[in-house]
């Protein structure tokens, strides 16, 4: 749906050349719902606006939906554009012009007749849930609603791709949730792939299937959601998943085990179905194990759970060396950890 | 009452001359202003339709004009005035400066109430696969309108203030009582009268405007 080949970006302002991707190349599938997520400055924007080709990449491909977009002419262009909404942090709706006005917009822009127009706005308005707003004005808005209303434009003109750039980063949290659903349902009921632009891992963890980490221009790390809030390989993105996920040992338990001389801990990860499956139960009742758990968290992503145990085996090396090939047998990660 | 030659029929045709020349000056300046304005915006380097020359040329066109003083200007544009409108005096022939002085200070109204357009709307509009022509009409115009309301508002006063010297050509107008009572005759009825009248007018003016705008932006 959306492939971007190597993409370098350099920005050059009153001579001053500022490079704001190096070498990034990612793929977005048809129904995905893509996240982008890093640091002020990471490039995530200009990232994004390469897909609508608001901007355009000093070297490297951008293909979507099967077209080579530099090959396009601006009329094309313009049309492609079409296919792809896109809603930003700030709303940016026309002030002087009522909610239908502005969800009517690229509408009018395509020069639909009236009577399409009208089923169309008011069916979106339903569907964003802002049908009593329809002669309101921006200003009378509070910001989930303006948002609503961003989403409800974007859609008008039946887009194939949702291109979200800090969608959510102006909202408070519940509002966030809110628009989150309704991202779900624009994902769910009309199958549109959205690529989003955050810098909050909790947004990823609630509507991402995928996520690409980026720092300084660059993708250091991307995936399925599941396996990089599992097992984040890179610095920056354990940062990001400790936001949301506590995947380390909290110090005060720390301290207490190294009154205890406790020092090599098995770290079990388990996805889905394993994390709910009687796991420690076999270690205790089949290998005979001596097993106490030092600390767990179990998180909830996209509608499966990750779960994490610290846990202190004790037993013969045999029991122990069984225990791990079962272990392996049920897909469960783990690994021996010093602390 | 008063010891004035001035009669109020005088007045009236007076006040008929200056609106004559002000609304004929503004009505043809909004045009070329709004042109030379929209184009200014849109051709700067980072606008929508980048032409550089464009701008590299207009802009300081528009700045060297709006350098020169308004009664200098009268007087160093008779000779176009004339070829334009066949003579030199008259209230035509005042248009003809007025026009020239009020064209580039509405360009560069309409090019500062455009500016305020955020950057935002014109990429909202540019995701939406607008023409430039679109994100003019239907994005830049519309956002900008109260601000534009107000613009021509100031352009109004201005004109009307300019308008007051065109007695220097031989037009005729409120200006011209003050000066050919009230300054050259010793009328202080005259002077006073016109001085009043003047701040009738631009009052009622600029609160219409500031009413408009508000209107507009409704609030
Ligand atoms: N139009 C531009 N001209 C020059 N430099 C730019 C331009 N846009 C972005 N940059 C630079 O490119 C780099 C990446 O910017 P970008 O906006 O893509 O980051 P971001 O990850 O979206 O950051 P934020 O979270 O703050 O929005 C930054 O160093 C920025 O200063
Ligand atoms: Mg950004």
């Given amino acids: 749906m959306i492939i971007l080949e190597d993409i370098h970006k350099v920005y050059l302002r009153k001579n001053v050349e500022t490079t704001a991707l190096k070498g990034v190349s990612l793929q977005v599938d ?26 355009r990449p000093t070297s490297g491909k951008v293909i979507v939906d099967g077209q080579l977009l530099a090959d396009r002419s601006a009329h094309e262009l313009r049309q492609i554009k079409k296919d792809i909404g896109m809603i930003f942090q700030h709303f940016n709706l026309l002030e002087s012009k009522t909610i239908y006005q502005n969800v009517a917009m690229p509408l009018i822009l395509s020069k639909k007749g009236k009577k399409e127009t009208k089923e169309r706005v008011t069916e979106l308005l339903a569907f964003v849930g802002l049908s009593d707003k329809a002669n309101s004005y921006p200003n009378e808005l509070s910001g989930g609603q303006k948002q609503r ?34 991202l779900k349902k624009v994902n769910n009921e009309y199958g549109i792939t959205i690529m989003l632009i955050t810098h909050e891992m909790s947004v990823i963890q ?42 380390e040992i909290p110090e005060n338990i720390k301290r207490k085990l190294a009154v205890r001389e406790v020092t090599t801990l098995t770290k079990l990860e388990m996805v889905g179905d394993h994390a709910t499956e009687p ?23 996209q509608d499966t759970t990750l779960a994490i145990w610290y846990l202190q085996i004790e037993g013969k090396e045999s029991d122990k060396r069984a225990a791990w090939q079962f272990l392996e047998e049920q897909n469960v990660r783990y690994e021996e950890v010093t602390v | 009452m008063f010891d004035t030659n001035i009669t109020l029929n005088q007045f009236v045709e007076a006040i008929g001359e200056s609106f004559y020349m002000v609304g004929m000056s503004l009505l043809i300046g909004t045009i070329f202003g709004a042109i030379f304005g929209i184009l200014i915006v849109v051709t700067r380097p980072g606008g929508i339709i980048p032409f550089p020359i464009v701008y ?35 209230n035509n022939a005042a248009i003809v400066p007025l026009i020239i002085f009020i064209t580039p200070f509405i360009a560069r109204l309409v090019e500062n109430s455009l500016l305020e357009v955020g ?20 994005f830049i115009l519309p956002e900008a309108f109260a601000s534009l309301i107000l613009s021509l508002t100031t352009a109004t006063i201005s004109l009307i203030g300019a308008s ?31 001085v009043v009248i003047l701040i009738i007018i631009v009052q009622v003016i600029q609160s219409t405007g500031n009413k408009l705008a508000r209107m507009i932006r409704r609030n």
């Fill in chain 1, 30 to 55: 048809k129904g995905d719902i893509f996240g982008v997520i890093g640091y002020s400055g990471a490039g995530k924007s200009t990232l994004v606006r390469l897909v609508n080709y608001l901007e």
């Fill in chain 1, 149 to 182: 209303v961003g989403i409800a434009r974007a859609l008008a003109s039946k887009p194939k791709i949702l291109l979200c750039d800090e969608a959510t980063s102006a909202l408070d949290p519940q509002t966030t949730q809110s628009i989150l659903d309704l």
């Fill in chain 1, 206 to 247: 609630k509507v991402c299937n995928k996520v690409a980490v980026m720092e300084e221009g660059e993708i250091i790390e991307q995936g399925s959601v599941l396996d990089v809030f599992g097992h984040p390989k890179h610095a920056t993105s354990k940062n990001f998943v400790q936001t949301v996920v506590r995947t």
């Fill in chain 1, 279 to 301: 796991v420690l139960q076999s270690l205790i009742n089949k290998f005979h194990l001596d097993v106490s758990v030092v600390f767990t968290n179990m998180t909830e992503i």
């Fill in chain 2, 56 to 90: 590299m040329i207009l802009n300081p066109i528009i700045n060297t004009i709006r350098s020169v003083p308004f009664i200098i200007l009268i007087v160093a544009l008779i000779p176009f005035t004339r070829s334009i409108v066949g003579t030199s005096i008259g």
């Fill in chain 2, 119 to 138: 950057p935002g709307i014109i990429e909202a509009a540019e995701s939406m696969g607008a023409t430039p022509f679109q994100v003019i009409w239907h």
């Fill in chain 2, 164 to 194: 007051a010297m065109a007695g220097v050509v031989g037009a005729g107008g409120v200006g011209n009582i003050a000066i050919v009572y009230g300054y050259q005759r010793f009328d202080s009825f005259a002077m006073f009268s016109t």
